[in-house]
C-alpha cells in the first residue's frame, strides 16, 4: 500500500495531547520520516513487519509497555528515560509521537503470522545532516511471550535486507546499518552480533558514540 510521509526537518517538536492520532486512519497517518516506507509490508512465512501505525498498533503496544515485568526484570524493554511500566495507554500514544516526531526515525510494527499478534517494534534511524548512506537499527522491543522465538532474527533479518537492498530490488540501497546499544545492556549486544550473521557483510565496534544521562545509567535494576 502507499503510506503518506511528507517530512519536514524542523526543530524537535512537542506532542499534543489533543493530537496523538489514536483513531487517525492508516493512509492519513503521516510517518514524517526522511526515510522512505517500503511499498508493501515486509514479509517472511513467519513474521509482518511493516510501519507503526497507532489505530492498528497502539493498542498492543501499549497493554506491553503497562504489564509489570516477571522475574527478570528489563529496564531497557520500558522506554527511556522512565524504565519502568507505564501506567495508561496515553503514555505509549505520547512516546510514539515523540517517535514519529524524530524525522530521523522510521518505527515499524513486528506482528507473528501464526497468532496474528504484535511482538514488538523495532526502528530504523538516521542522521539527516550527514552524507553518507547509514542507518541504525535500533528501538528494539520484543514483547516478553516472544523473546527466544523467530521474532527477533526474522524481524532483523527483513529490516537489514530492506536497508541494504538495491533500489532495485526494493531496498533503501544502503552501504552500511549500525546497531546503538548502551554498554550496560547486554542483551542487546549479544542481539547485535546475533543479527549480523544474517547478512554477512562485515561487523565491527564503535564504542563511545554518545553518553546516557546520569539519571539512567545508574537505575540497573526495576522496583515496581
Keep these: 500500500m502507499s503510506y503518506l510521509n511528507t517530512q519536514k526537518l524542523v526543530p524537535r517538536l512537542v506532542p499534543t495531547l489533543?493530537?496523538?492520532?489514536?483513531?487517525?486512519?492508516?493512509?492519513?497517518?503521516?510517518l514524517n520520516s526522511v526515510l522512505p516506507a517500503p511499498k508493501a509490508p515486509l514479509e517472511t512465512t513467519l513474521v509482518i513487519?511493516?510501519?507503526?501505525?497507532?489505530?492498528?498498533?497502539?493498542?498492543?503496544?501499549?497493554?506491553?509497555?503497562?504489564?509489570?515485568?516477571?522475574?527478570?526484570?528489563?529496564?531497557?524493554?520500558?522506554p527511556y528515560p522512565k524504565g519502568k511500566p507505564f501506567e495508561s495507554k496515553?503514555?505509549?500514544?505520547?512516546?510514539?509521537?515523540?517517535?514519529?516526531?524524530?524525522?530521523?526515525?522510521?518505527?515499524?510494527a513486528v506482528t507473528d503470522r501464526k497468532s496474528g499478534d504484535l511482538a514488538?517494534?523495532?526502528?530504523?534511524?538516521?542522521?539527516?545532516?550527514?552524507?553518507?548512506?547509514?542507518?541504525k537499527l535500533m528501538g528494539l522491543k520484543i514483547f516478553p511471550k516472544f523473546r527466544g522465538t523467530h521474532v527477533f532474527i526474522h524481524g532483523c533479518y527483513l529490516l537489514l535486507s530492506y536497508a541494504l537492498d538495491p533500489v532495485k530490488e526494493g531496498g533503501l540501497g544502503l552501504v552500511r546499518v549500525g546497531w546503538r546499544t548502551p554498554p550496560e545492556n547486554v542483551q542487546s549486544q549479544k542481539g547485535g552480533r546475533k543479527s549480523w550473521t544474517l547478512e554477512r557483510r562485515g561487523y565491527e565496534v564503535l564504542r563511545s558514540l554518545s553518553e546516557l544521562g546520569p539519571r539512567f545509567a545508574v537505575s540497573r535494576s526495576f522496583r515496581a
Design 49 to 78: 513487519v511493516e510501519p507503526f501505525i497507532p489505530l492498528k498498533h497502539a493498542e498492543s503496544l501499549s497493554h506491553a509497555f503497562c504489564s509489570l515485568p516477571g522475574g527478570d526484570p528489563d529496564i531497557w524493554f520500558y
Design 120 to 135: 514488538g517494534i523495532m526502528s530504523l534511524g538516521c542522521d539527516p545532516a550527514q552524507a553518507t548512506l547509514d542507518v
Design 18 to 30: 489533543n493530537n496523538l492520532h489514536e483513531f487517525t486512519p492508516v493512509e492519513e497517518y503521516d
Design 90 to 108: 496515553e503514555e505509549t500514544l505520547i512516546y510514539v509521537e515523540k517517535q514519529r516526531l524524530r524525522a530521523n526515525l522510521l518505527t515499524f
